[in-house]
């Protein structure tokens, strides 16, 4: 028998199919297309083996959907745009010494870092890489005629066109806009693909309401997310440690942290620092509160952040946890209040909101509740601020201590409050980030103001709701997120979709300066595809894509003989586009990650429905969740990523391939298990010599063959509806466990048919293909099978069912399984075993049971005339099967028409091999049976009595 060489086999079959070119894909009018993709990845460095999971999905699928007679197209591109190779490549002209040494690491030579100090040639050689040692190295069924990346010529020329049709369709707005930009490279996306950054994807702009406090002839600034507590406010919060610093900001002089000052001036323009404030110096002073006519106390704090806000913190202790605990704390702590000669003994909470929840005085009482003794109790003071933020925030109204705002909702509290403030002059709007963020560059992103934003406008209504009706017909997985994508549509707002900057990608066609952003040029890319591999066979030129011919293309305008004279294109080759973009779409799946649900999905939807032809809308979204490390996510930027060639050699590809596929759900965070992988590559060496062993059998027909022909035939079945529905765990666990367990249970049972094992040896290789291609190439090579992948998938054949040799054979397994129960729990080694058959009354009042259930113990009369059965054996009997029959216990087994002591007497001796002691059968209604725990009368039907000793 020949040992698993994975390594060998793996590259023999790549290379196979390459010079075979067994993945050309092309129109084919004879059969059903169906068009797969994944999202397409950044240009940021070497990808890990966290992106390799939503690949791996999308080539299963392909290669499955492909077996199953569909004519297939997969292709894949990648996404520059940004500056993700601009950053690259900055790093290496300036020597940075971390990132060589992560280059080489992964493979580069030091001439191929010489060239990507060059961004174009970063882009040239993570495009071949990606190609080559990933896609290729993984067993992708991927047609790479087809490729495309967005900052390629001819791309922009199609991203040219599509906001040419936004236009049109009046979906672009110019208008003012807080956005988030780094503060070295300009505008960047803040979104959890993190395309452009290196940290914070998960980063929120928030608004907050500037408060300012009058100091003399200054202003003290506090930043808060909650305007309408300023009614509840007893005191500030200053860090004596702290240097603040004092800007002029139009015609006033503000005060706050040195950081808060540096973001300020991103959105005020021009600010000015002229003077410091040390913390310390103001401890002790009032201050004059806005919204409220009284004075208030700056009070000292360590835990105010001069990077969060404006470095100083307005206290509302009845409903902020924090603010409550803290000023018992100071109150209580005399060494400090002496220091600062601080009187403050009567300084209390002031109630100001009342929530269904929590009533009044909420902070102290969930404090109290969560026993919360001090400020060193982050975790649960975070969780308590946020219970009483969103109780009061939904459920809360204004008190009589809030003046004019009293008896509002506090949701309408909060904007009506924010505006007056302003429009007094007591407050301004400044933002922020939830969370440090970090460009790619290595600069910090901060919120800055830009006057003339460019936006899609997805607010439209029209286009939302026909969005949100198309997502009814639409194959979303997994169902949550099928559930959520309709809400997510309904509040997706006007998104920005340029930026200036030094960046990579298409010029925005309608203000110079400005290029599309990453997002904006990444959602109608599949129909590209189509149109890139007549570009990359040299039949067209960058420069013919004009707007006719995209019209012709896309939305069949216009006539071939017109856009030839625009073009330059021969009629016939512009037929032969329009006819492969008519085949192929719609999109029929598009794979992502978790990180795409908030954003790109959204966006791939809408600007579907924006600009293309109804019939031509995505048909599928499939997303799927993480592969991360012990410390979460996986990925480059973060370090814990194996590199991809390393991992493919270490465990073999398909083995990876088989982790992804069964290890987890594709819908649930699965962590990275090196024990788990290696477990995989055991599981593809044990079912190699599985299927190397029934091709040497050379037994005849027996009996059990009916058994595993009719099983194997159902579990084909099931395979195809888990596999269409795409659960694909489900279908790798029958490919590679279920059927294997039939087999093994068969070889057990005395089985060793030849012809009919290698029958259905054949069938199982083509059915784990989608999921391990290589082994399956070699495997099937065995049968004289030329390409498995081209091979089609067994069917479920209807004549091959056979459900009494099943019932047979399941009944046999559950009287082996329950003899070995009883041996485990007893812990002892049988010499007898003895096997009681039901007694011929409860078979008959079984049958009368499931015939008429609906009676329910009212039948108990009827069957006590009927049958000649003990009265005190006879009501628990029946009771127990009405609940077996009504929970439907069974049903499949209990149907099934066959003599008990005739099947097992059939299979006495596999019983008393299995064991290795004498088996003896009777029947439980027999008078000189052996018996001697009366164990008999507990038999039932098809579930016989067993006493061993």
């Given at each position: 028998m020949d040992e698993y060489d994975y390594i060998n086999i793996e590259e023999r079959w790549r290379k196979e199919w390459e010079e075979n070119d067994?993945?050309?894909?092309?129109?084919?009018?004879?059969?059903?297309?169906?068009?797969?993709?994944?999202?397409?990845?950044?240009?940021?460095?070497?990808?890990?083996?966290?992106?390799?999971?939503?690949?791996?999905?999308?080539?299963?699928?392909?290669?499955?959907?492909?077996?199953?007679?569909?004519?297939?197209?997969?292709?894949?591109?990648?996404?520059?745009?940004?500056?993700?190779?601009?950053?690259?490549?900055?790093?290496?002209?300036?020597?940075?010494?971390?990132?060589?040494?992560?280059?080489?690491?992964?493979?580069?030579?030091?001439?191929?870092?010489?060239?990507?100090?060059?961004?174009?040639?970063?882009?040239?050689?993570?495009?071949?890489?990606?190609?080559?040692?990933?896609?290729?190295?993984?067993?992708?069924?991927m047609d790479l005629d087809y490729f495309t990346y967005t900052t390629?010529?001819?791309?922009?020329?199609?991203?040219?066109?599509?906001?040419?049709?936004?236009?049109?369709?009046?979906?672009?707005?110019?208008?003012?806009?807080?956005?988030?930009?780094?503060?070295?490279?300009g505008p960047v996306a803040v979104d959890p693909s993190e395309t452009d950054l290196s940290k914070g994807g998960t980063a929120e702009k928030q608004e907050f309401t500037l408060l300012k406090f009058e100091y003399g002839n200054r202003y003290v600034t506090a930043a808060t997310l909650r305007p309408e507590t300023v009614f509840g406010q007893t005191n500030l919060w200053v860090d004596p440690e702290v240097e603040y610093v004092v800007v002029k900001v139009d015609d006033e002089e503000w005060i706050m942290s040195e950081e808060a000052a540096d973001k300020l001036k991103y959105q005020k323009g021009s600010i000015e620092k002229i003077d410091t404030v040390k913390g310390e110096s103001m401890i002790g002073d009032s201050v004059k509160a806005p919204g409220i006519k009284r004075?208030?106390?700056?009070?000292?704090?360590?835990?105010?952040d001069p990077d969060f806000g404006t470095g100083i913190v307005t206290s509302v202790p009845s409903d902020a946890p924090y603010d409550w605990i803290a000023l018992k704390d100071i109150k209580d702590d005399e060494e400090?209040?002496?220091?600062?000669?601080?009187?403050?003994?009567?300084?209390?909470?002031?109630?100001?909101?009342?929530?269904?929840?929590?009533?009044?005085?909420s902070a102290e009482k969930i404090i109290q509740e969560m026993d919360i003794g001090s400020q060193e109790d982050e975790e649960k003071l975070e969780e308590a601020t946020k219970k009483i933020y969103k109780s009061g925030f939904h459920t809360g109204k204004m008190l009589d201590s809030c003046g004019d705002y009293a008896g509002m909702r506090v949701q309408e509290a909060k904007e009506k409050i924010k505006e007056d403030l302003i429009e007094m002059g007591k407050a301004d709007v400044i933002y922020d980030l939830s969370e440090e963020a970090i460009c790619r560059c290595g600069g910090k992103v901060v919120v800055g103001k830009i006057p003339d934003q460019w936006f899609i406008r997805y607010s439209d209504?029209?286009?939302?709701?026909?969005?949100?009706?198309?997502?009814?017909?639409?194959?979303?997985?997994?169902?949550?997120?099928?559930?959520?994508?309709?809400?997510?549509?309904?509040?997706?707002?006007?998104?920005?979709?340029a930026r200036k900057g030094n960046w990579m990608g298409t010029e925005f066609p309608f203000d110079e300066g400005w290029l599309v952003e990453a997002i904006a040029d990444s959602t109608l890319y599949p129909a590209f595809y189509v149109i890139a591999r007549h570009y990359n066979k040299g039949d067209i030129e960058a420069e013919q894509m004009n707007e006719e011919f995209f019209d012709f293309v896309f939305l069949g305008e216009d006539d071939a003989e017109e856009v030839s004279k625009s073009t330059g294109i021969p009629q016939g080759k512009l037929r032969e586009i329009r006819s492969d973009f008519e085949y192929w779409y719609p999109l029929d799946l598009n794979l992502g990650g978790k990180e795409h649900m908030t954003v790109h999905?959204?966006?791939?939807?809408?600007?579907?429905?924006?600009?293309?032809?109804?019939?031509?809308?995505?048909?599928?979204?499939?997303?799927?969740?993480?592969?991360?490390?012990?410390?979460?996510?996986?990925?480059?930027?973060?370090?814990?990523?194996?590199?991809?060639?390393?991992?493919?050699?270490?465990?073999?590809?398909?083995?990876?391939?088989?982790?992804?596929?069964?290890?987890?759900?594709?819908?649930?965070?699965?962590?990275?298990?090196?024990?788990?992988?290696?477990n995989y590559q055991r599981k593809l060496n044990s079912f190699w010599d599985l299927v190397e062993s029934i091709r040497d059998m050379d037994g005849q027909k027996k009996e059990i063959d009916d058994y595993l022909k009719s099983r194997f035939n159902e579990l084909v079945k099931r395979y195809h509806e888990v596999m269409d529905d795409y659960e694909i765990r489900k279908g790798a666990n029958i490919a590679f466990y279920d059927l294997p367990s039939?087999?093994?249970?068969?070889?057990?049972?005395?089985?060793?048919?030849?012809?009919?094992?290698?029958?259905?040896?054949?069938?199982?290789?083509?059915?784990?293909?989608p999921f391990t291609p290589h082994i399956a190439e070699e495997l099937a090579d065995r049968w004289k099978v030329e390409f498995v992948t081209k091979e089609p998938l067994p069917r479920y054949e209807e004549d091959e069912f056979d459900p009494e040799a099943e019932a047979r054979e399941e009944y046999i397994?559950?009287?082996?399984?329950?003899?070995?129960?009883?041996?485990?729990?007893?812990?002892?080694?049988?010499?007898?075993?003895?096997?009681?058959?039901?007694?011929?009354?409860?078979?008959?009042?079984?049958?009368?049971?499931?015939?008429?259930?609906?009676?329910?113990?009212?039948?108990?009369?009827?069957?006590?005339?009927?049958?000649?059965?003990?009265?005190?054996?006879?009501?628990?009997?029946?009771?127990?099967?009405?609940?077996?029959?009504?929970?439907?216990?069974?049903?499949?087994?209990?149907?099934?028409?066959?003599?008990?002591?005739?099947?097992?007497?059939?299979?006495?001796?596999?019983?008393?091999?299995?064991?290795?002691?004498?088996?003896?059968?009777?029947?439980?209604?027999?008078?000189?049976?052996?018996?001697?725990?009366?164990?008999?009368?507990?038999?039932?039907?098809?579930?016989?009595?067993i006493y061993i000793e």
């Open positions: 067994i993945h050309k894909t092309k129109k084919d009018e004879e059969k059903t297309p169906f068009y797969v993709i994944f999202a397409y990845p950044g240009i940021s460095g070497f990808l890990h083996l966290g992106h390799m999971r939503c690949y791996t999905y999308t080539d299963i699928i392909a290669r499955y959907k492909e077996m199953k007679g569909y004519n297939v197209l997969f292709p894949g591109g990648t996404h520059p745009t940004g500056n993700q190779a601009i950053s690259l490549s900055k790093k290496l002209r300036e020597g940075d010494e971390e990132k060589i040494s992560y280059m080489k690491k992964n493979g580069a030579s030091q001439e191929d870092i010489e060239r990507m100090k060059d961004p174009e040639e970063v882009v040239k050689y993570f495009n071949e890489l990606y190609k080559k040692d990933y896609w290729k190295k993984f067993g992708f069924s390629r010529e001819d791309y922009k020329k199609f991203i040219d066109w599509q906001f040419r049709k936004l236009k049109e369709k009046d979906l672009l707005i110019q208008k003012p806009y807080y956005g988030t930009e780094c503060v070295e490279c004075d208030i106390v700056i009070l000292p704090a360590s835990f105010t400090l209040k002496e220091k600062y000669s601080l009187d403050i003994e009567e300084l209390e909470p002031i109630d100001i909101i009342e929530s269904d929840q929590w009533g009044t005085s209504r029209e286009l939302t709701e026909d969005s949100i009706e198309h997502v009814k017909n639409m194959t979303v997985k997994p169902q949550s997120y099928a559930d959520n994508l309709p809400t997510t549509v309904e509040w997706f707002r006007d998104r920005s979709c999905f959204p966006v791939f939807l809408m600007n579907h429905v924006a600009v293309l032809d109804k019939e031509d809308r995505p048909r599928g979204i499939f997303v799927n969740w993480w592969l991360v490390g012990k410390g979460g996510k996986i990925s480059k930027s973060k370090g814990g990523a194996e590199p991809i060639q390393d991992a493919a050699e270490r465990y073999g590809v398909d083995a990876l391939r088989l982790f992804y596929a069964h290890s987890a759900s594709p819908f649930v965070d699965k962590e990275w298990s090196e024990e788990e992988a290696f039939e087999i093994d249970w068969y070889l057990k049972r005395g089985g060793q048919n030849s012809a009919l094992l290698n029958e259905l040896g054949e069938k199982i290789v083509r059915m784990i293909t397994k559950r009287v082996h399984s329950d003899i070995k129960s009883i041996l485990d729990i007893a812990d002892v080694e049988g010499n007898k075993i003895y096997i009681y058959v039901a007694e011929g009354w409860k078979k008959k009042a079984l049958d009368r049971i499931m015939k008429e259930k609906d009676k329910g113990m009212g039948i108990m009369g009827e069957l006590v005339k009927e049958m000649d059965a003990p009265s005190k054996e006879l009501a628990p009997f029946v009771k127990e099967a009405l609940d077996d029959v009504t929970k439907k216990k069974d049903q499949k087994l209990l149907k099934a028409d066959f003599e008990e002591k005739e099947v097992l007497e059939r299979s006495k001796e596999y019983l008393e091999k299995s064991f290795e002691a004498e088996v003896k059968i009777a029947d439980a209604g027999g008078e000189d049976h052996y018996d001697p725990k009366g164990r008999a009368s507990k038999s039932k039907p098809k579930k016989p009595a």
